[in-house]
Every structure is written in structure tokens, then in C-alpha cells.
């Protein structure tokens, strides 16, 4: 059974560079695609964007300029970085496992987060 | 950008059914998917693909959508069922992955 571990900083300076990593176990990270989604306090959930195991990513138009995702498939970790950050970035950030299933029509697919971490609090202040 | 919309709250007593919606312009076209969370923990998946259900999610849990409206459905509400909902999809190109604002369902 996949399990996902958040880790990472839990405070970071206004204006620096989040960095948090995901470590996937009891599974390959190969072969699937895989999210960040962010909670702040007292609020819903927003998702960050994916990475597949291949490099390739898919963000939030909120986010894009200031997130980067990552894949290391020999230690089956994938990352996420942001920056610069500010208070409004304060949050739980969640990694996710994507399953993927086909629709219909060809060549369209659903996605959804199928397994989740534990999530890890991000704290941003001076 | 694209929006799932749900009611702030939700009441019921313990064994009243509780229903909640989402709505949301390419649900037509698009799969609801419903998380349960409660207080300190990480979501869990209780529906997918409108209404099936993962192992493990007791039958009272159930999905349904029509139009633009997905709804949860949970037939004799429980209170460790007290939780918040939230509902998710994706936009009709599948590059918009969204999460609804969330219900928080009360069962007293």
C-alpha cells in the first residue's frame, strides 16, 4: 500500500524559497502522476499543480510564476519549491498520488488524488 | 478560472439523511469527486467518478450528479461523520484541477 511523507522547513522567511519533498514508499513513483494541494489555516483546500514521473508538470495559473516541481525517480521523492514566498503561503501542503483514468472520449482522461500524506504545516514569518 | 461552488454548512440530526451539493459548469462533462476531512487529518476520498464508492467507505456514503450539480448524499447521518466536505474536479480540458470551497456537515 503507497504511503507519502511530507518533509521540509516548517518556517520560512518572507521573500525566500519554500522547499518541501515527498517521499513515496510501499510503491514506485514511476509509471503515476503526482500533486501538492495546500490548506491555510481555518480554510479549503487549493490545489498547486502535478508533476508526472517523467518531468513533465501541470500548475496553477494562481501559482505558476512562483512554483517549481521536481522528480527523483532513484529515490522516488518528488519536490516542490516556491518562491518568494509571503504570510498569505502559511499553510498545511499536502503531496498526493494522481490516478489517472481514461474517459470516453479519446485521448481524454480523468484525474484525481487517490492517496494523500499526512501533510506538513508551513509557517512564513520573519 | 474555473469554480466548484458548495454551501458553507450543512445540519442534520443523527440518522436524518445529509445532502450536499456542487455545482460547477463542466460537471456535465467532468467526474465529481468527494474528500471527508475532519478536524487535524488529511483528506480522504469517500466518492469517485460521481458515485462509486472506495473499499472501506461505509454504504451510507453515496453520489449522484446531474448537470452542473453533484451532490453527496449520506442516508442516516452519523456524528462521527462530522466533518468538512469537499468536492473536486477538473475544468473540460483537464489542465484546471479544482476543489470546491468546502461544507462543514454537522450532526447533532
Known amino acids: 500500500q503507497v504511503q507519502l511523507q511530507e518533509s521540509g522547513p516548517g518556517l520560512v522567511k518572507p521573500s525566500e524559497t519554500l522547499s518541501l519533498t515527498c517521499t513515496v514508499s510501499?510503491?514506485?513513483?514511476?509509471?503515476?502522476?503526482w500533486s501538492w494541494i495546500r490548506q491555510p489555516p481555518g480554510k479549503g483546500l487549493e490545489w498547486i499543480g502535478y508533476i508526472y514521473y517523467s518531468g513533465s508538470t501541470n500548475y496553477n495559473p494562481s501559482l505558476e510564476s512562483r512554483v517549481t516541481m521536481s522528480v527523483d525517480t532513484s529515490k522516488d521523492q518528488f519536490s516542490l519549491r516556491m518562491s518568494p514566498v509571503t504570510a498569505a503561503d502559511t499553510a498545511v501542503y499536502y503531496c498526493?498520488?494522481?490516478?489517472?483514468?481514461?474517459?470516453?472520449?479519446?485521448?481524454?482522461?480523468?484525474?484525481?488524488?487517490?492517496?494523500w500524506g499526512k501533510g506538513t504545516t508551513v509557517t512564513v514569518s520573519s | 478560472s474555473y469554480e466548484l461552488t458548495q454551501p458553507p454548512s450543512v445540519s442534520v440530526s443523527p440518522g436524518q439523511t445529509a445532502r450536499i451539493t456542487c455545482s460547477g459548469d463542466?460537471?456535465?462533462?467532468?467526474?465529481a469527486y468527494w474528500y471527508q476531512q475532519k478536524s487535524g487529518q488529511a483528506p480522504v476520498l469517500v466518492i469517485y467518478e460521481d458515485r462509486k464508492r472506495p473499499s472501506g467507505i461505509p454504504e451510507r456514503f453515496s453520489g449522484s450528479s446531474s448537470g452542473t450539480v453533484a451532490t453527496l448524499t449520506i442516508s442516516g447521518a452519523q456524528v462521527e461523520d462530522e466533518a468538512d466536505y469537499y468536492c473536486y474536479s477538473t475544468d473540460t480540458s483537464a489542465n484546471h484541477w479544482v476543489f470546491g470551497g468546502g461544507t462543514k456537515l454537522t450532526v447533532l
Open positions: 463542466a460537471l456535465p462533462k467532468k467526474f
Open positions: 510501499g510503491g514506485s513513483i514511476s509509471g503515476s502522476y
Open positions: 498526493a498520488r494522481v490516478e489517472r483514468t481514461t474517459s470516453t472520449a479519446p485521448g481524454h482522461y480523468y484525474y484525481y488524488m487517490d492517496v
